[in-house]
């Protein structure tokens, strides 16, 4: 619990921080294209930590892994240490911590539609946690082979995730979040696969695409801030949207069961496949939302 809470704790300041950094060390036409870039190593270093994980637990047992695991911290910390000289300066100011976080909340929610997409997604978000870290293991243990068919369905939305890296590096849109929202129904799609449930097959190809989506989502979506919001308040509003986005996680990891057990988790399931696609439905009507296109990236007609 403790680990937990300390990671937890350490990527909350690490997300904004780095959310501020890019964009100071890269020029603003290169910008989409780092993103893509950085998230495509990320997310493959994640899906060759899991497998390199399980073979240090199968071979050494989990306290080498862990070990391991702390190891890397270090290293990557370090690493990321050496490049403090290549980030500018921040200038002196006599602002306290509290004038801060207040300004940058008045440039937060200056934005409406960065305000309509963290509130939208957080709740996305809540069910996304539901579905798949709760209810998906039990659809996979009930219907399936467990486990392994569940590490099935991860493995697909990795690749996912590292095909939309991919398609992250080129893609240029006038509507850049009507794109997003208009494929966000994937997570629709990958919450009402498991209701049913249908094969396997399928709701790994759901999860693939519900990967693309996400990874595009965090491409284009902190291009769209980098761009938009002030360079002096990029961080303190990177941070709202952090806190924003994921701070109904929790309560999605929370009341998947109770849910489960009140109305079943097919049901459960259904519910949480209408409730994502209305709530894109919602945010799609919304103009700030529908028509916000991104400053120096605008296509003609």
Not at 45 to 54: E, F, H, P, R, T
Not at 68 to 95: C, K, M, W, Y
Not at 176 to 184: E, K, T
Request: aromatic residues 12%; glycine residues 8%; neutral net charge.
């Amino acid at each position: 619990l403790l680990v937990n809470i300390n990671f937890g704790l350490m990527w909350g300041i690490f997300w904004p921080a780095m959310s501020g950094v890019l964009p100071a060390l890269v020029p603003d036409e290169h910008l989409q294209g780092t993103n893509s870039v950085n998230n495509f190593f990320s997310n493959a270093a994640m899906i060759l930590g899991a497998a390199v994980g399980g073979i240090i637990v199968a071979g050494w047992g989990p306290t080498w892994a862990l070990a391991i695991d702390a190891a890397t911290f270090v290293i990557g910390g370090s690493v990321l240490f050496s490049f403090r000289h290549l980030s500018p300066r921040s200038l002196q100011t006599e602002n306290t911590m509290l004038d801060d976080l207040i300004h940058g909340w008045k440039i937060f929610i200056s934005f409406r539609w960065i305000v309509i997409g963290v509130f939208g997604f957080s709740f996305i978000i809540l069910a996304w946690a539901a579905g798949e870290n709760i209810l998906g293991p039990l659809i996979a243990l009930k219907e399936f082979n467990g486990a392994k068919s569940w590490s099935l369905v991860l493995t697909f939305e990795g690749i996912g995730l590292l095909l939309g890296s991919i398609i992250g590096l080129k893609i240029k849109l006038k509507y850049p979040i009507r794109f997003l929202l208009i494929i966000s129904f994937s997570i629709s799609l990958y919450m009402w696969s498991m209701a049913k449930p249908q094969s396997i097959w399928f709701i790994a190809f759901c999860a693939l695409l519900w990967g693309i989506t996400l990874d595009l989502w965090i491409t284009i979506w902190s291009t769209a801030m980098a761009r938009e919001v002030p360079r002096e308040a990029l961080s303190r509003v990177s941070s709202f949207d952090a806190m924003g986005t994921m701070l109904l996680r929790p309560v999605g990891l929370a009341i998947a069961g109770p849910l489960s057990m009140a109305i079943g988790i097919s049901n459960t399931l259904h519910f949480f496949s209408v409730f994502t696609a209305a709530l894109i439905i919602a945010m799609l009507a919304a103009p700030a939302m529908r028509n916000m296109q991104i400053s120096e990236q605008k296509v003609p007609e």
